[in-house]
């Protein structure tokens, strides 16, 4: 099976945000009007894994850490690729 992680966040916290995650191989992009979060610009990163437990792991690790920095972490969710 692949998973697909999402960690979402305030696209004002990017630039500090990005500098953490820098070495943990998470991709990034911005989204507007999500469709739970609203209108707006947000910006998350991404990770894929065949693991569902390691990437459980990798995103408790990265969300755990932007928290720590004082960086509000919007969502978090692990997805199925199906």
Known sequence: ???????TIAVKDAEKACKLLQAFNWKTSEINRDPILGDGSHFYFTRHDKSHERIETH????????????????????????
């Open 59 to 82: 995103m408790r690790l990265a969300a755990n850490t932007l928290r720590y920095a004082g960086i509000e972490v919007l969502r978090e969710k692990i997805e199925l690729i199906v």
């Open 1 to 7: 099976m692949n998973y697909e992680c999402h960690i």
